[in-house]
Every structure is written in structure tokens, then in C-alpha cells.
């Protein structure tokens, strides 16, 4: 079993900057694909960045300028620098996992943390 473990969010004015964390506890985590997806309470949870083992990069349209994801291998873990943020970016974010062993995908899911952009 994978844990994630989020941190990073908050409250933040508009036009200002988050960075998120996420710390996953496997020894395999280099040949993963990770990703941050949010939700708003009614909606439904949609991808906002993804990074695979190989480092290809993809962002929802939104957010492509504004926000830049990254993982650090050794320290098994990724991150989204947000900035100029918007009140429309208010959610939780959750960061995910993925990766395919014997011909088997397995996903795994953070808790999540709350991000808040006042206006």
C-alpha cells in the first residue's frame, strides 16, 4: 500500500504564490506517474498537472502558464508551484499515483489539501 502525504496549501490573496507537496512511501516511486488533480464541492475532480517517470509535463489549459510541476526522485517526491493565483483555482488538490507492474496499473491518492485564493 502507497501513502501520500500533501502539504503546501493555505490561504492566499489573489495574484499570490503556493507550493505543493507530496511525499509518496514506496521504493518505486521513480518509475511513477504522478499527478495533481482538484475538486470543488459539486464538481468533479479534474487534473490539473501530471509529470510521468520520464518527466513529460501536461497542464490544464488554465493553469499552463501559472503553474509548473516537478518531482524530485530521490526524495520521492513532486510539487506544484502555483502562482499569480486566481480565485477560481480554490479547491482541495490532491496529488495521485500511478504506475503498471505485470501488465496491472495501480492509483493511489493523497488526502488532499485545501488551497483558498481571496479576491
Known amino acids: 500500500q502507497v501513502q501520500l502525504v500533501e502539504s503546501g496549501g493555505g490561504l492566499v490573496q489573489a495574484g499570490g504564490s503556493l507550493r505543493l507537496s507530496c511525499t509518496a512511501s514506496t521504493d518505486i516511486f521513480s518509475i511513477t506517474d504522478m499527478a495533481w488533480y482538484r475538486q470543488v464541492p459539486g464538481k468533479a475532480r479534474e487534473l490539473v498537472a501530471s509529470i510521468t517517470s520520464d518527466r513529460s509535463t501536461k497542464y490544464k489549459d488554465s493553469v499552463e502558464d501559472r503553474f509548473t510541476i516537478s518531482r524530485d526522485d530521490p526524495k520521492r517526491s513532486i510539487f506544484l508551484q502555483m502562482n499569480s493565483l486566481k480565485p477560481e483555482d480554490t479547491a482541495v488538490y490532491y496529488c495521485?499515483?500511478?504506475?503498471?507492474?505485470?501488465?496491472?496499473?495501480?492509483?493511489?491518492w493523497g488526502q488532499g489539501t485545501q488551497v483558498t485564493v481571496s479576491s
Open positions: 495521485n499515483l500511478k504506475y503498471e507492474t505485470n501488465y496491472r496499473w495501480y492509483e493511489y
